[in-house]
């Protein structure tokens, strides 16, 4: 009679199970790439359209919020380092000098004379040239 080793039937077991695990994988239906990148493509655009989305929704309360406060103006800034500045704040009448930190905000001084907003006008001057270059330019 003819007897196997051990080591032999682990070899023929291990050629069958190989064989039963390559059809098996065979069985497996095919991925696409085009089809995985079209299904990435479509979830990239429903993230940026719900961040869109979002993002009109937060300014629109960003715009109820400001009507809260139209009566401040910020008049002007001066930073004095990386978190502390002096910022001129127009209160309806009165005009604070406030000393602003990364912790805290205080009244410095109230002016007793408005400043005037000299850095709007010049703004509104420079809009003005700028428009004024601009209509020139497309003239010519």
Known sequence: MFRLPTASILLLCGVCLGKTAI????SRPVI?????????????????????IFA????QLQGTRGALHSGL??????SLGQRER???VQAGEEQLVLGVTASQVNTLHVLSRPL???????LGDFRQKLSAALKRQVAD
């Open 23 to 26: 059809a098996a994988e065979s």
């Open 32 to 52: 696409s790439p085009l089809a995985t990148l079209g299904k990435l493509a479509i979830a990239l655009l429903l993230v940026l359209l719900v961040f869109w």
């Open 56 to 59: 009109r929704v937060m300014r």
């Open 73 to 78: 103006k910020i008049v002007g800034t001066l």
């Open 86 to 88: 002096v910022v001129v």
């Open 116 to 122: 005037a907003a000299s850095a709007q006008e010049e």
